[in-house]
Each structure stands twice: as C-alpha cells, then as structure tokens.
C-alpha cells in the first residue's frame, strides 16, 4: 500500500477510527455495518400471559397464541411466555448463528426443559447463540420457550429509574429473527475499540496514547469492510501493539466477574430468583466458552433460592465452583445494611451464610463482601474475625458528599481493636465493563500506590443483575500486559488478598466505623420496617431464651431449632441492603411487613409454648420455692433482676390492670409473689393552677405544659434540673426534606435551616392516670391539617426514665418529623448504641468531617454526658438522631415518594424516653434501662397447677457484662450457646452462673467452633471469663 506520511492532525485520526465502527455514522461503509450478515425470520412466535411467575412445566401448558413482533403486551409484573419456532436456511453452513432477541423486559431462553441464557437489552445479552459453526449433523429446526418479565433491569420506574412503578407499563418484541453473526468482525471492532480508548485515556502527553492513535489508523488503512481476507493483517497490528509488554514495577488489576444482584429494590423478592437465574445460567455459558473465567457471588438467600428453583442451574454452578471458576464470597446470607441489624442479626448473618456456603460448596469464606451498603458499623470486624473471615471488600464510601476516605487498601480495625484487611477497588464501582477506562481509573484513583501493587476491578452490569458479557471478556483479555496499561489478570479475591497481605507492611489503619456521608435519610424511612426489625429482633431473643430454658426444664420439650431457623432467615433476608434501610418500592415494603407479621405470629406461639413448658413440671432441683400461684408468671428473659410495673391486661384498655414485679435474671416470678413489694414512693400527678401538670415519683419531677412539652425535669436526689433554661423538652419539630435526589435515601444538610416548632394544640393535657404505680397524662398536637401526633407521656413508680408512647396520623409530602431536648449537658461528644457496644461522635462541627455527620445512626439509646451527669435518649424502634450542642435530637418519620409513592404514610406507634443520670451512663444503667424498654417482660399464661416458683437460670456477676444471646448450640441437641458483650468499654473480669445442668463448657467462635485450647472451667462462682473492651465472647455449654 502507497503510503503518504501521516499528517500531525491527532483530531482526524482519533475521529476516523471512531467513524469506522460507530454504530450511529457510516454504517453503510463501515466496520460495524458488517456486525451481522445475512437474517432469516423466525418461523412463528405465539405468546401466553400468566400474571404470576410460574415453573417452566406449568408454563408450557398454558395456551398459547399468535403474536406479531411489534405487538404490546403487560402490564408490568406479569409475565409473557414466548413459543418460538425456528429454522436454520441450510445456506448458512459453516457460519455462526445467532437468534437476535431485543425486547422491554428481561427475558430467560428455555431449551429442552432447562433455562440456558439470560437475554436482557439493558444487560448488552440481545443474542442466543443457536450454532458457533453450522453443520449439516446439528438439528436447523427447533422450538425454544423465552419468559419474559414484564419488568426492566431496574423495574419499572415511572419518568425516573427511582420514580414509583407504572403498574401499567406495555412491552413489546422489537426484533426475533435468526441472524448470521461475524465473529472474526466482533474482534477486529473489540481491536478497534480499545485502541480508541487508549488514544483517548492516556491523552496528548502520553506516548503510547499515540503509538494506539497511529495503529489504528493504520488499522483503518489496511482493513476492507467488505473484504474479510484484509482481516487478518488489520488484527496483527492490533496484536503487535497489545503484546508489547510493561516493565516489572506495573500496577497489577485483578479482574473479577461479578454481578450485583439486590435481593430487593426496585422490583420485589420474588422477581429477584428469577434474575438470579437469568444471570448466573448466563455466566454459566460464559464459563464454557472461557475457561480462564472467574465469577464471585455474594448472598447465601440468592444462592438458596436458585438451589430450590432451578436444581440443574444449581448443581452447574456447584460443578463450576469445584473448578474455582465460580467463587462463593461474603460469608452473610444476604449484603445486609451495615448500620441498622443489632450485633446478634449481625452474628446470625454470617452465622447462616457460612453455613451455607460450607454445606453447599465444601468451605467457609473468607472475605466479607459487601460493596453496596450505607455505612459499616464499628463491631464488623470483631464480627467478621469471629466468623472466620479476615479480609473485607467494599467501595461505597466513594460516594460520600462531603469527604473523600483517604485510603484504598488498608487495615480497618473495630471497636474492640480487631483488623481486617479491607480493599475499595479504586475504579469506584463494582459493575466495569472491561474498559480502558476502568483500568487507568482503577491505578488513578488508588490511594494507596506504591504502597499496594494490586487492585480489585469487578466487571459485570448489576444492581438489578445481568453480569458480565463476553464483550468484556475479550476486552480484558487483550490488554493483560500492555504496555502503557496497568497489566491484568483474572483474578480471584483470595488471590488479590494473599498478595495484598504480603506486602502490607506499610499500610495504614483506619479506626472507628465507615461512615458514609450520604444516605442518612435511611435511618428512619419506612418506619414500620425498622418497627419490625427491632420488634422480631427482641421476640426471636425471646423465644430462644424461653425455649433453651424450657429444653432444661422438660426434657419432653422440643426445641423448635426449625421454625427458629426460617423466622431468622426472613429477618435476616429484610435486612438486606435496600429493605431495612426502606429504599425499596411499595411492592417489597407489603412483601417485608407480611414476612414481620409471620415472624410475630409463629414467634409469639413458640414463645407461648415454651412458657408453658417452662413452668409446667418438674422444677424440683432448681432453687426458689414451690408456690401453689395460680397467676400469671412473668418472664425476664434479661440477664439482670428488673423491678418493673407490669400491665396485667393485654393493652386493649385504657386503664390497664397493673402491678409491681421483680423478676430474677434470666427468669420467672408468679405475679402475686412479685407484687407483694408496694413501690416505696407512689407517682404523684399533680394539675397546677396555670393548666400545666406535675407528675412525680421520687427520682424524677417532671412539669409538662398544656401543649406535652417539658417546661422542667428535675433530678430530685441531685437537685439537677434537665432541661436547658429557657427551652422545652419533647419539643416536636418539622423540617422541610427535599433532597437532591436520592429521595428515600438522602437528608441533606440543608433541612436543617427549615426547623418549625409544631405548637397547635388540638387536645390540650389531660390526665390519664392519676399515680400510684402509674401517672400519665395525654394530649394532641396537630402537626399541618393532616397529620397530627397523640402522646402519651408515662411516669412509673421506680423508674428511671419518663416514658412518651406516641401515636402519629402521618400524611406529608417531603417532611421530616423529629423530637428534640435541649439539656444542661456541655460536652464535645455525645455517645450511641452500636452492635454490642456504643462509639462516641462530636457535638460540634469543626471540620468536614464533624458536620458531614449531621444525621447519625445509632440503637436503642444515645447520650450526651459531661463528668458527673448526663441525659439518655432511649427508644424502642427508631434509629435517626442528631445530638447537636446540647440540643438531643431523635428524627421519628420522613415523607419520602420515591421509589414508593406512600412511604410512611399512615398511623405510627412509637415509644421514646428520656433519662438524666447521675455519674457515667454506664454507672447509671442506662444500657439496661434501654434493654429493658425494648424487651418487655412477658406474661406466660399457665395451666393451674404448674410450678410457679421463682427461678433464675443465669446471671452475670458485674452489669459491664451482658449476656446478650441463649439458644441451642447449631449442630448439637444437648448443649447451649451464650453469647456475651463487655458494653462498658472497659476490660473486666465477671463470672457466669447458671442453675442449668451444665456438664461443661467451652469457648467457641461465632460460627459455634468450639476452641479446644480454650476450656471455659466451673469454679463454685460460675464461669469466670475476661474481657477486653466490647469483646464478644460465646460458649458451649454442654448439658447433663
Ligand atoms: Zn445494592
């Protein structure tokens, strides 16, 4: 070929070789336009609508009817089953074949009984491919089944992909028809498009940006579209620039396949099995043909849903595993939120994902996976290091507002000191494509270069699932060492990990949690989600306690090892990262408030069974005295003696029947033993002259004015009054919350300047309860014309803390409802409850990364302490506070509308309290109060006659200890778990004790390994055992 000189005209070079394969210019001419060759009808389409999802067998019995490509069909939700019949022209032998499937909605290719292949525009699959080299021995004609959901990659959003759903969305086919597909035109465009990339990446000051520029040109020079014989010269340029090698000192990337897969979102559970299966069977037929593949996959639930749905795709991907090419990681059962799940879910996460990862695939894994949540709680390496995982991989921080986490590859150590070794993939994302792009961004972005030679880039499209695509495959595959490109292998996560940990020397280490400054909405939408977590949190607790001293009490009892199991895995499936941070869409809030309902109901039966059983015989050899009580036994399923005023009815009444009880640790007391102690000093509730109301007893004095808000509260032992001179507790305040986009999930910084006291009286205060064991009063707020909030203000003989049991009428539209106590406390940090511990954030917003924490999470209780006093905030379902100054804040209900138009909207319960103390919270007991305003003592109805006596079956000797968890041992019928906390931060030795036919005992991980180098010895005090601060420390204890 005569060659001119090439002019130094970088614009025209770069623009003709994107011309050459653009899908959009010149299509006649050039490369692109040669893609496919020759097509062919399909011989008939004919088309079946069912309205819920059905296996394939009951599928190919419905009636099927004509269709013509082009038609609609929906509406959303329902599913379109597809009879396809087809014929291969015998012309076409020796070409590859490929059906062309472009249609709305995601559709799954059957063959002969079986899903073979995910086929979803969105997801870049719009081919089937029927023959790689058509003989005349392979069949031509056949018939194939595609089930199309009625349902996009990322649901159905109506304007916006997070708008609520079009429930009457229409979809159509726009192409089915069989078509010869040019392989060797795919790779010379895969040549042609990486070459681009490179000019366009590394830029004008970069040498080989042009050495790429000129080979492509010469690329376009040599190469004929219409003449496939100058193919092959066009490619070895491609070739010769590729394999032109880095030096030894490059960055390495280490791919992985993966796709991202939410187990709930924008569309509902159910609809997430079947894009599991669209994706994994699709990864499957990736495998086949690339054999070096690699594909991680993350979510015990998703792989157990496809295990019961689709056996064959299953024991493939098994099969595949063995291989190492499909890799099991993360360890949980669903990528749950990282903020919100207590410490036990937390534990049962791993604890029923490693398990099933075990079972189904021969081991545990190593790496906690979890790249899309809203935040790390502090207690998740302890958590992780006790579920046998040491490394960590997640990238979400990338999206914080306001600060850029400073690290890529570093050590991030818990609450209690544990480390993990955690990686961010620098490209930001976990769903590459295989791009230029992604590599040089992955070397740019690292944090930690030179430092870290290696980094994760997982590629594959996700969130709503799809996963990779040979595109990105054969993109992956040409610049594995290129010079100029950071070299890149598949990879696997133990490979990355076993590289990084070795040249970890100098590393740095991150302390405290992963906070991500975005997102903070989530703490509080969809308040009855969080309402049932916390609430099925605290029954199941129950129900486990009950039931392990029921199983020593009553050796006929059946531990109910079963149901327990499936009522956790709906807990732990709604906590998945979408679900209980309440950014999902109303379909998969009406899925998770029934799973709630099954967890209360068959929770509740099981507590009661086991109530029963526990009193019903046999009491004999425990301590404590035969009572003849005929009364209802109460139950303490704490592990401290709690004196309360107990409600002896159901709560249907207004004026419930009450008594006085205390309850050992960890046990029962009949009501008439337990009320024989009268409160020393009765509550007294007092209206004074100006209308507002005096309620007292004996610790706290509390003056509440005629619109509920605290005018004083007076400490009486330490003559301390609570509220701020001036000010007014329980004061209720609107915010306007318009976000900038992320409407469910984001509160933005500026609500804040939108504060509105909510002062319009409807129903002023009125007493409810006149004292004695209970004073309240009651009053109506009316929040706008819609909306209004019922309270019910509760002061108990003994106790510590004033109740407000609140009931809101909620119909707003972008407002956020919180309740604030401005206190006498000074102090530069407050402090909240976290998974089995507390962590401290300021009160004050020096730097960026004070104030980016305007909205925070934390558990039951939060407080604000300066030395010798301070005040907690406590609540039974709510997690959003701000704790600003000395102004103590709990956010309560938002007004979202997307992607659920309702959110929220309706009636809500919710119980708060407030408690000043004297000295530390933790001298003060403020973590015991907090527990015991979340698990209630429960009435154990009783058969007449049945051992009544008072019974303590455990108890910890220092209150620094909790013993947060008593179930029955996973894999051993005669031995109990529990599980302890040092929630003190403090190191302390305390001693166990247990009125339990205990043989032995050991100490075991958070997978119930016991340590067989670490006896755990009786000695006549109990169990003694050292704690480091928040350590979690859990044991067997082997029965007689
Ligand atoms: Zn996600």
């Not at 492509?216 to 003449?227: G, I, K, L, Q």
């Not at 009855?528 to 949190?537: D, P, S, T």
């Not at 089995?836 to 990364?849: D, I, V």
């Amino acid at each position: 070929m005569y060659h001119q000189p090439v002019l130094k005209n970088r614009r025209t070079l770069l623009e003709r070789a994107e011309k050459f394969i653009s899908d959009t210019y010149f299509t006649d001419c050039n490369l692109r336009g040669r893609l496919y060759g020759d097509t062919c009808p399909v011989e008939s389409i004919s088309y079946s609508m069912s309205q819920k999802r059905i296996p394939f067998l009951e599928a190919v019995k419905l009636n099927y009817e004509p269709y013509e490509v082009g038609d609609t069909f929906g509406p959303t939700w329902w599913t379109c089953w597809f009879k396809v019949s087809l014929r291969i022209p015998d012309s076409w032998r020796g070409k590859q074949v490929h059906l062309r499937w472009e249609s709305d909605g995601e559709a799954m290719v059957w063959m002969g009984q079986q899903p073979v292949q995910g086929l979803t525009k969105e997801g870049e699959k719009i081919c089937y491919i029927l023959s790689e080299c058509l003989k005349d021995s392979e069949p031509h004609s056949m018939t194939l089944y595609i089930e199309l959901a009625c349902n996009g990659l990322f649901g159905a959003g109506q304007g916006s992909m997070i708008a609520a759903p079009d429930p009457d969305r229409k979809y159509s086919v726009q192409k089915a028809e069989l078509v010869v597909f040019n392989q060797e035109v795919r790779e010379l465009l895969t040549d042609f498009e990486m070459l681009v990339d490179i000019v366009k990446l590394l830029g004008e000051g970069n040498q080989r940006g042009y050495q790429a520029l000129f080979t492509a040109n010469e690329m376009v020079n040599v190469c004929e579209p219409t003449n496939p014989s100058s193919f092959p010269a066009a490619r070895s340029l491609a070739l010769r620039f590729f394999s032109q090698r880095n030096g030894d000192s490059q960055h390495t990337v280490h791919a992985m396949g993966h796709c991202h897969i939410d187990s709930a979102w924008l569309w509902p559970y159910e609809e997430t099995i079947r894009k599991c299966a669209r994706s994994w069977v699709t990864v499957i037929r990736l495998m086949e043909k690339n054999s070096h593949m690699v594909f991680t996959c993350s979510q015990a639930q998703q792989l157990e849903w496809v295990r019961g749905w689709y056996p064959g795709l299953f024991s493939q991907i098994q099969d595949h595993a063995k291989k190492g090419q499909f890799i099991p990681v993360g360890g949980t059962w669903v990528e749950m939120d990282g903020n919100l799940p207590s410490g036990e879910s937390m534990v049962r996460q791993f604890l029923e994902g490693q398990c099933f990862f075990k079972k189904e695939f021969g081991n545990y894994c190593r790496e906690f996976w979890l790249p899309d949540t809203f935040g790390y709680s502090a207690q998740l390496p302890q958590i992780m290091q006790g579920s046998g995982i040491t490394r960590f991989l997640t990238q979400k921080l990338s999206w914080n507002l306001v600060n850029t986490f400073p690290h890529n590859t570093f050590f991030w150590e818990g609450l209690d000191g544990s480390q993990v070794l955690t990686h961010f993939p620098p490209g930001n994302s976990y769903e590459m494509k295989g791009k230029v792009e992604d590599l040089v961004n992955t070397v740019k972005n690292n944090k930690d270069k030179g430092r870290a030679n290696h980094s994760a880039a997982l590629f594959g499209f996700g969130d709503g699932g799809g996963g990779p695509t040979q595109l990105m495959l054969d993109r992956l595959d040409r610049v594995q060492d290129t010079d100029g490109l950071p070299r890149v292998q598949m990879s696997s996560p133990d490979r990355l990990f076993s590289l990084l940990e070795a040249e970890s020397s100098l590393l740095c280490t991150w302390t405290g949690e992963l906070f991500l400054e975005l997102h903070n909405g989530t703490y509080t939408t969809q308040a009855q989600i969080k309402l049932g977590n916390r609430q099925c949190e605290a029954l199941l607790h129950d129900v486990e306690v009950a039931s392990s001293l029921a199983l020593c009490q009553d050796n006929t009892f059946q531990y109910p090892s079963t149901q327990l199991h499936n009522l956790w895995r709906l807990l732990l499936l709604n906590q998945f990262h979408d679900v209980i941070p309440g950014s999902c869409i109303e379909m998969v809030v009406e899925d998770a408030l029934q799973y709630y309902q099954e967890i209360r109901s068959v929770g509740t039966r099981l507590l009661q069974v086991a109530g029963e059983a526990l009193v019903a015989k046999g009491q004999t050899e425990v301590r404590g005295q035969r009572s003849e009580d005929k009364g209802p036994v109460v139950l303490n399923t704490l592990p401290w003696e709690r004196t309360e005023v107990v409600p002896l009815t159901d709560g249907t009444t207004d004026q419930p029947v009450l008594a006085v009880v205390t309850v050992p640790s960890v046990g029962v007391v009949s009501i008439r033993e337990g009320s024989g102690t009268p409160p020393v000093i009765p509550v007294s509730v007092k209206v004074q002259v100006d209308g507002s109301v005096l309620m007292e007893n004996g610790i706290l004095r509390a003056v509440v004015n005629k619109d509920g808000c605290l005018a004083s509260l007076y400490m009486v032992k330490t003559n301390r009054e609570v509220i701020y001179d001036g000010w007014q507790g329980n004061q209720f305040v609107l915010f306007d919350d318009v976000p900038l986009y992320w409407d469910a999930w984001d509160t933005m910084d500026y609500h804040l300047q939108t504060r509105k006291p909510v002062r319009e009286v409807v129903r002023p205060i009125q007493v409810l309860s006149l004292g004695g064991l209970r004073g309240s009063v009651t009053f109506t707020l009316q929040i706008s014309e819609k909306s209004t909030i019922t309270q019910e203000i509760i002061l108990d003989a003994m106790c510590p803390y004033i109740k407000f049991k609140t009931q809101v009428e909620w119909f707003e539209s972008h407002k956020f409802l919180k309740v604030e106590f401005p206190v006498r406390v000074r102090s530069p940090e407050a402090t909240y409850e976290i998974q089995f511990g507390h962590l401290q954030r300021p009160t004050h917003r020096n730097t960026s990364w004070d104030w980016a924490r305007f909205e925070v999470w934390g558990h039951k209780w939060a407080d604000l302490s300066e030395h010798g006093f301070g005040v907690s905030l406590l609540n039974d379902c709510k997690y959003g506070y701000s704790i600003h100054r000395n102004v103590m804040t709990l956010s309560l209900l938002r007004a979202t509308k997307a992607p659920d138009a309702n959110a929220d909207m309706g009636s809500h319960q919710f119980t708060y309290a407030i408690m000043p103390h004297k000295g530390t919270f933790q001298e003060a007991g403020v973590i015991q109060c907090a527990y015991n305003l979340n698990y209630p003592l429960r009435l154990i109805d009783h058969a007449p006659g049945s051992n009544t006596a008072v019974w303590s079956a455990f108890s910890v000797s220092t209150a620094a200890v909790i013993l947060e968890t008593i179930k029955q041992a996973e894999d051993r019928k005669d031995a109990l778990l529990v599980r302890l906390y040092e929630s003190h931060g403090g190191s302390v030795s305390a001693s166990l004790s247990t009125s339990l036919p205990v043989r032995e005992a050991w100490h075991c991980d958070l997978l119930e390994r016991v340590d067989l180098s670490h006896p755990a010895p009786f000695t006549g005090a109990g169990i003694p055992l050292n704690f480091r601060p928040f350590q979690i420390v859990s044991l067997l204890l082997y029965l007689k």
